[in-house]
């Protein structure tokens, strides 16, 4: 069974642009959540979608957003990026509620 | 969801058990304890998660006292393969899936 992949794996950006990222899920999994971590901040929940509905939110500014698809892959998109931003984001999927999430490898995000 | 707190840093020996404590007094009777690693620069994994019982798996076990006041991770021969950051979380009731990371422990393994 293959795991939760996410693309790009690097990507490098400038200040003010925009940036979409890509999750599959593990196949069958419908919830799909995303993570950013920097050093300073550590590993910070930015938003759940389940079954195309976003469902949890972190507290992060309206410039970073998502959506889910009807076959549960999951974008983000960041707007107006700025050096703060640059940082790991992961994505993880579970199959139901309660149950294990799994990790993708992240995608490395830099800002110059 | 209920606040945790963990040593920031623990060495172990290689072969040896590593017991990671994990303290979470403000736990609610139906949150869930859960136990995830990361290796450097790589995703988080699932180990294991329970509510009130002890649980085992072929990673590790978890110990959750009687009054779930706080838990220990066990690895029961730790080899260097498991040096990492280790995140104790408790999983509220309405949470979805969404996971609330604090510090973790880093554990050290050393030969």
């Known amino acids: 069974k293959a795991g939760v992949t996410q693309t790009p794996r690097y990507l490098i950006k400038t200040r003010g642009q925009q940036v979409t990222l890509s999750c599959s899920p593990i196949?069958?999994?419908?919830?799909v959540s995303w993570y950013q971590q920097t050093p300073g901040q550590g590993l910070q929940f930015l938003f759940e979608?389940?079954?195309?509905?976003?469902?949890n939110k972190g507290n992060f500014p309206g410039r970073f957003s998502g959506r889910q698809f009807s076959n549960s892959r999951s974008e983000m998109n960041v707007s107006t990026l700025e050096l703060g931003d640059s940082a790991l984001y992961l994505c993880?999927?579970?199959?139901?509620?309660?149950?294990?999430?799994?990790f993708g490898q992240g995608t490395r995000l830099t800002v110059v | 969801d209920a606040k945790t707190t963990q040593p920031p840093s623990m060495d172990c020996a290689e072969g040896r058990a590593a017991n990671l404590p994990c303290n979470h007094s403000?736990?609610?009777?139906?949150?869930?304890v859960y136990w995830y690693r990361q290796i450097h620069s790589q995703g988080p994994q699932y180990i294991i998660h329970?509510?009130?019982n002890n649980e085992t798996n072929e990673m590790a076990s978890l110990i959750i006292t009687e009054d779930r006041k706080s838990s220990t991770l066990i690895l029961p021969h730790a080899t260097l393969r498991d040096t990492a950051v280790y995140y104790c979380?408790?999983?509220?009731?309405?949470?979805?899936?969404?996971?609330?990371f604090g510090g973790g422990t880093r554990l050290m393994v050393k030969p």
């Open positions: 993880a999927s579970s199959s139901s509620d309660y149950t294990e999430a799994f």
């Open positions: 196949s069958g999994h419908r919830s």
């Open positions: 979608y389940f079954s195309e509905t976003q469902r």
């Open positions: 403000t736990i609610s009777g139906n949150e869930y």
């Open positions: 329970g509510l009130k």
């Open positions: 979380i408790v999983r509220g009731y309405n949470a979805g899936n969404m996971l609330t």
